[in-house]
């Protein structure tokens, strides 16, 4: 069992930055995913980025090139690094743990992000 906590959301203006992080209690495999989502009001949930244990990362295409995902393996956390945030990045975002099969899928609580003058 996993069990995620996210942290770091809050308001922020247009062209601001925001520094999410997420923290798992238990074990991290080797084949896990951990990535971040998000949920707009009215939207599905979307992902916005993922990294492997190995550091290979992917983003959507919305968030490339502003935000950037990164893991420290011996404190078991993950960060997004969120800059030049605009006003379509206000959702609640999700910390995900993952394998492709799901046979391991845990999620946290989720953090709101609000980019707004």
């Known amino acids: 069992q996993v069990q995620l906590v996210e942290s770091g959301g809050g308001l922020v203006q247009p062209g601001g930055s925001l520094r999410l992080s997420c923290a798992a209690s238990?074990?991290?495999?080797?084949?896990?995913?951990m990535g971040w989502f998000r949920q707009a009001p009215g939207k599905q949930r979307e992902l916005v980025a993922s990294i492997t244990t190995i550091g290979f990362t992917n983003y959507a295409d919305s968030v490339k090139g502003r935000f950037t995902i990164s893991r420290d393996a011996a404190k078991n956390t993950v960060y997004l690094q969120m800059n030049s945030l605009k006003p379509e990045d206000t959702a609640v975002y999700y910390c995900r743990i993952f394998t492709t099969s799901l046979t391991r899928n845990y999620w946290g609580q989720g953090t709101q992000v609000t980019v707004s003058s």
């Open positions: 238990g074990s991290i495999f080797r084949t896990d995913l």
